[in-house]
């Protein structure tokens, strides 16, 4: 049986929202920066290990400073978030905490990412020596570019929507 999960990525503008899902989707990365107007959806299936197949129907949001001017009815039905910041700008992620908070309050029981993108642009210890920086502990630092834990982030919200 096949079941079809609504992911939204959220985030400030320029943080390589669609490039993952591009990565994801197409397996691509392009250099050129495209602004995102209004939403882009695209769909891909994903085979987990216990047999079951998730059509994930991946939904990318233009960007916002404030998490609250994204449209209400772009957000409705979802079953999963990814919330991405660009580790490299430190204005993408130093109130993220108020945009988790928000993401918790209006929807409680969905499961969500936080994925700090570009990891492609700094050292290892560049990331071990900042973390304290990014005030939420993301659970992937990913790569667009290189395809850097793309796979195993939607992979493994998929595996958490479908339990």
Same mark, same amino acid.
Do not use: C
């Given at each position: 049986?096949?079941?079809s999960k609504k992911i939204v990525l ?14 994801? %989707?197409? *397996? $691509? ?6 602004? $995102? ?5 695209? &769909?891909?299936? %994903?085979e987990l290990e216990n047999g079951k197949? %998730?059509?994930? @129907? @991946?939904? *990318?949001?233009?960007?916002?400073? *404030?998490?609250?001017? +994204?449209?209400?009815?772009? !957000? !409705? ?6 919330? %991405?910041?660009?580790? +490299? ?9 108020k945009s988790i908070a928000y993401l ?14 570009? /990891? *492609?642009?700094? +050292? &290892? $210890? ?17 790569? /667009?570019?290189?395809? /850097? ?8 919200? /998929? ?5």
């Amino acid at each position: 049986m096949r079941v079809s999960k609504k992911i939204v990525l959220l985030g400030h503008f320029g943080v390589g929202k669609t490039s993952l899902i591009r990565r994801f %989707v197409e *397996d $691509t990365f392009s250099d050129s920066y495209k602004v $995102t107007i209004g939403v882009h959806i695209l &769909k891909r299936e %994903v085979e987990l290990e216990n047999g079951k197949d %998730v059509n994930l @129907i @991946i939904w *990318d949001l233009e960007g916002y400073d *404030d998490i609250k001017k +994204t449209r209400e009815s772009y !957000l !409705l039905g979802t079953h999963g978030f990814i919330y %991405v910041f660009d580790i +490299t700008r430190p204005d993408t992620y130093k109130e993220i905490d108020k945009s988790i908070a928000y993401l918790q309050e209006k929807f409680n029981d969905i499961p969500f990412k936080i994925v700090g993108n570009k /990891a *492609d642009l700094v +050292t &290892k $210890t560049y990331l071990k020596e900042n973390k304290e920086e990014f005030i939420v502990r993301p659970n992937y630092f990913t790569s /667009a570019k290189t395809g /850097a834990h793309v796979k195993d982030l939607f992979t493994d919200l /998929a595996k958490e929507l479908i339990g």
